[in-house]
């Protein structure tokens, strides 16, 4: 009787959980229209699951394990009682299957209470998923005596069975009724958002590309950008209720650890607890600075001072992607940011700080300083640069980039133009011709200046004779080759880290070894945007040098705050990202930081001494080739 009435109340509660689900998905279905390949991704699911989910979620060998002793146990105990259920099937085999589910199950669960109760890191959210180990341990202890009651055949006096069963329904019922709204809404969403998720190339069915490229917007359309959570694709509100609030991305976020009004986790459940009139199940850490969430809806704006998100949150955002990285559930953080930034500035012109300022030097003189574009070269009188309009055929395209304005950025262009001409390379810049990649502008949400950029910029390459693009700039280099190809672009783009080591690597640079010790700074834009990680370091390597790393390095170097515009929108937190970054490098005891991008080395020759020094990648390799 104990099992029976297990197997039926469990279909009820199941029954009960698939209506609130399709009730709480009308706010996710209520946002604008998105192609998806349903099919593809259906056929995809598992592997998406069990593969790409599963390599984030083991960065935290013992999150893996008690999700799979848990996840794996719950749906399998789920099913088989579901089955045993129906009539003329055979009952003992079914419900020792159940009992040994639930066995996996309840290790388990008290695994996730171990870590709740007793380890308790600080970015886990409380409210309902603080009684999640509790209804777990609720439903696989009081269905495992009743699997094995059934089992074996009895035994257990059938009030006790029933008491357990009624324990069993109990967790079950708080579990499922969660999938519509509460702690296992994840879990459902989750799915959902892996099968219809906006940038499929991710996954590994499908190749498994960064796919970091923000998506053109229609610059004809009746609204540019996102105002409102419905003006959001439905795949991507999904996502937002696909949160299962763990808060790996605000363990690496540099504006959170710096204290800036963001928290990534915060920022994703404002937009979900937007859906629901603010009914918001969030209970973890806010914004830092005390940003609090004010009104909220479906058709309310997200952003303002009285709104779910305060306008420095949205600034303070670096759009390194090491939340992305981070999340489990594949959630596109930067994507949202960047869609909200398009509203306020393409249509509200509320752009803050410097960042106006900025933009408006952009459209007018084509670079962010409003300088002369002959400046971009002036520098370089002594080295007689080649220029593309008039050298005819050759192999590399030198992408100059905004360091060509900047002292600094000057003389690493000067060691990356002596090792070309050391190693005989066939080059050309556009001089005076170059505009700005755009990147800042796209970035702050100016997306029409973005394009106008890209356009004109392409039309120009088009009509040179050249093999490739070499950029020391990694924003540079994701821009024209992730993001400028949607425009027309078809021509190879390399970093010059890249482009060195093949130089180092076929005889044509011959380096003599170098002493001392050093960091490696992972650029974000070269790292996480482009996956380029080893290529330095194997750079680095050839030169002698021993190499230390920081604490956060590679996929998960922490950023020196200089990307997303967040210098110019002059949000203020307790700490400056970069001098955080700065301590890191310091703890290696090395005696130099390696960089590879511009912006890193401004920012870190920012931080006051005593510091290690900070040097470009082509300064240490000349050094070491001549």
Same mark, same amino acid.
Not at 603 to 625: N, Q, S, T, W, Y
């Given at each position: 009787?104990?099992?029976?009435?297990?197997?039926?109340?469990?279909?009820?509660?199941?029954?009960?959980?698939?209506?609130?689900?399709?009730?709480?998905?009308?706010?996710?279905?209520?946002?604008?229209?998105?192609?998806?390949?349903?099919?593809?991704?259906?056929?995809?699911?598992?592997? #998406?699951?069990?593969?790409?989910?599963?390599?984030?979620?083991?960065?935290?060998?013992?999150?893996?394990?008690?999700?799979?002793?848990?996840?794996?146990?719950? *749906?399998?105990?789920?099913?088989?009682?579901?089955?045993?259920?129906?009539?003329?099937?055979?009952?003992?085999?079914?419900?020792? @299957?159940?009992?040994?589910?639930?066995? &996996?199950?309840?290790?388990? &669960?008290?695994?996730?209470?171990?870590?709740?109760?007793?380890?308790?890191?600080?970015?886990?959210?409380?409210?309902? =998923?603080?009684?999640?180990?509790?209804?777990?341990?609720?439903?696989?202890?009081?269905?495992?005596?009743?699997?094995?009651?059934?089992?074996?055949?009895?035994?257990?006096?059938?009030?006790?069975?029933?008491?357990?069963?009624?324990?069993?329904?109990?967790?079950?019922?708080?579990?499922?009724?969660?999938?519509?709204?509460?702690?296992?809404?994840?879990?459902?969403?989750?799915?959902?958002?892996?099968?219809?998720?906006?940038?499929?190339?991710?996954?590994? %069915?499908?190749?498994?590309?960064?796919?970091? &490229?923000?998506?053109?917007?229609?610059?004809?359309?009746?609204?540019?950008?996102?105002?409102?959570?419905? /003006?959001?694709?439905?795949?991507?509100?999904?996502?937002?209720?696909?949160?299962?609030?763990?808060? $790996?991305?605000?363990?690496?976020?540099?504006?959170?650890?710096?204290?800036?009004?963001?928290?990534?986790?915060? !920022?994703?459940?404002?937009?979900?607890?937007? *859906?629901?009139?603010?009914?918001?199940?969030?209970?973890?850490?806010?914004?830092?600075?005390?940003?609090?969430?004010?009104?909220?809806?479906?058709?309310?704006?997200?952003?303002?001072?009285?709104?779910?998100?305060?306008?420095?949150?949205?600034?303070?955002?670096?759009?390194?992607?090491?939340?992305?990285?981070?999340?489990?559930?594949?959630?596109?953080?930067? %994507?949202?940011?960047?869609?909200?930034?398009?509203?306020? +500035?393409?249509?509200?012109?509320?752009?803050?700080?410097?960042?106006?300022?900025?933009?408006?030097?952009?459209?007018?003189?084509?670079?962010?300083?409003?300088?002369?574009?002959?400046?971009?070269?002036?520098?370089?009188?002594?080295?007689?640069?080649? *220029?593309?309009?008039?050298?005819?055929?050759?192999?590399?395209?030198?992408?100059?980039? /905004?360091?060509?304005?900047?002292? $600094?950025?000057?003389?690493?262009? #000067?060691?990356?133009? $002596?090792?070309?001409?050391?190693?005989?390379?066939?080059?050309?810049?556009?001089?005076? %011709?170059?505009?700005?990649?755009?990147?800042?502008?796209?970035?702050?949400?100016?997306?029409?200046?973005?394009?106008?950029?890209?356009?004109?910029?392409?039309?120009?390459?088009?009509?040179?004779?050249?093999?490739?693009?070499?950029?020391?700039?990694?924003?540079?280099?994701?821009?024209?080759?992730?993001?400028?190809?949607?425009?027309?672009?078809?021509?190879?783009?390399?970093?010059?880290?890249? !482009?060195?080591?093949?130089?180092?690597?076929?005889? #044509?640079?011959?380096?003599?070894?170098?002493?001392?010790?050093?960091?490696?700074?992972?650029?974000?834009?070269?790292?996480?945007?482009?996956?380029?990680?080893?290529?330095?370091?194997?750079?680095?390597?050839?030169?002698?040098?021993?190499?230390?790393?920081?604490?956060?390095?590679?996929?998960?170097? #922490?950023?020196?705050?200089? @990307?997303?515009?967040?210098?110019?929108?002059?949000?203020?937190?307790? =700490?400056?990202?970069?001098?955080?970054?700065?301590?890191?490098?310091?703890? +290696?005891?090395?005696?130099?930081?390696?960089?590879?991008?511009?912006?890193?080395?401004?920012?870190?020759?920012?931080?006051?001494?005593? $510091?290690?020094?900070?040097?470009?990648?082509?300064?240490?390799?000349?050094?070491?080739?001549?």
């Amino acid at each position: 009787m104990a099992a029976a009435l297990a197997s039926f109340g469990l279909l009820i509660v199941l029954a009960c959980a698939a209506m609130l689900a399709l009730h709480a998905a009308r706010r996710w279905r209520a946002g604008a229209a998105a192609h998806v390949g349903l099919t593809a991704g259906l056929k995809a699911l598992p592997r #998406r699951y069990l593969k790409d989910v599963h390599d984030v979620v083991a960065r935290k060998p013992f999150n893996a394990r008690f999700h799979a002793l848990t996840a794996g146990g719950f *749906l399998a105990s789920l099913g088989l009682m579901c089955l045993a259920a129906l009539p003329g099937i055979g009952r003992a085999w079914l419900w020792g @299957g159940v009992a040994v589910s639930l066995c &996996a199950m309840t290790c388990g &669960a008290a695994m996730v209470g171990w870590r709740r109760q007793v380890l308790r890191p600080g970015e886990l959210s409380g409210g309902g =998923f603080a009684r999640l180990p509790i209804a777990l341990l609720a439903y696989s202890l009081g269905f495992l005596v009743v699997a094995l009651n059934a089992t074996f055949g009895g035994g257990v006096p059938e009030f006790v069975a029933l008491l357990f069963a009624g324990i069993g329904l109990v967790g079950a019922a708080d579990l499922l009724l969660g999938i519509g709204r509460g702690p296992l809404k994840h879990a459902l969403n989750g799915a959902l958002h892996l099968i219809v998720h906006p940038r499929p190339l991710r996954f590994s %069915d499908q190749g498994g590309e960064r796919q970091s &490229a923000l998506l053109p917007l229609d610059l004809e359309a009746e609204k540019l950008g996102a105002e409102v959570p419905r /003006d959001f694709a439905w795949n991507r509100l999904l996502g937002f209720e696909a949160c299962v609030q763990c808060g $790996r991305c605000e363990t690496l976020c540099p504006a959170y650890a710096a204290g800036l009004p963001l928290n990534p986790k915060a !920022f994703i459940q404002d937009i979900a607890g937007a *859906l629901s009139h603010g009914a918001s199940d969030y209970a973890g850490h806010g914004h830092p600075g005390g940003r609090a969430r004010g009104t909220s809806g479906p058709d309310r704006a997200l952003v303002g001072d009285g709104a779910a998100i305060h306008p420095d949150t949205l600034w303070a955002c670096t759009t390194c992607r090491a939340c992305v990285e981070a999340c489990p559930m594949m959630i596109e953080h930067v %994507d949202a940011v960047v869609d909200l930034r398009r509203f306020q +500035t393409l249509e509200l012109g509320a752009a803050p700080g410097k960042a106006s300022d900025v933009l408006e030097a952009l459209r007018h003189a084509d670079n962010p300083g409003g300088l002369e574009a002959a400046r971009r070269i002036d520098w370089a009188s002594d080295l007689r640069l080649p *220029l593309a309009a008039k050298a005819g055929t050759f192999d590399v395209l030198l992408w100059l980039g /905004d360091a060509a304005f900047d002292l $600094r950025g000057q003389r690493s262009l #000067r060691a990356l133009i $002596r090792l070309l001409r050391l190693a005989e390379v066939d080059f050309a810049v556009l001089g005076a %011709d170059e505009l700005d990649c755009g990147d800042l502008a796209r970035r702050l949400g100016d997306e029409a200046t973005f394009q106008g950029l890209a356009v004109r910029t392409i039309a120009q390459l088009a009509g040179l004779d050249f093999n490739r693009i070499v950029t020391m700039d990694p924003h540079a280099l994701h821009c024209l080759r992730n993001e400028y190809p949607a425009f027309g672009l078809d021509r190879p783009v390399l970093h010059h880290t890249a !482009f060195l080591a093949d130089l180092v690597e076929c005889g #044509r640079l011959v380096l003599k070894p170098l002493s001392g010790t050093v960091t490696y700074h992972d650029p974000c834009y070269l790292g996480r945007y482009n996956g380029e990680t080893e290529v330095p370091r194997r750079l680095l390597d050839a030169l002698g040098l021993e190499r230390r790393e920081m604490e956060h390095s590679g996929l998960f170097s #922490r950023c020196c705050g200089g @990307g997303g515009g967040a210098p110019v929108t002059d949000v203020e937190g307790e =700490f400056r990202i970069a001098d955080q970054r700065m301590d890191q490098a310091r703890a +290696t005891g090395a005696d130099c930081v390696a960089v590879a991008c511009p912006n890193c080395t401004a920012m870190l020759e920012g931080v006051v001494e005593p $510091r290690p020094d900070v040097r470009e990648i082509a300064e240490l390799v000349l050094e070491a080739a001549t």
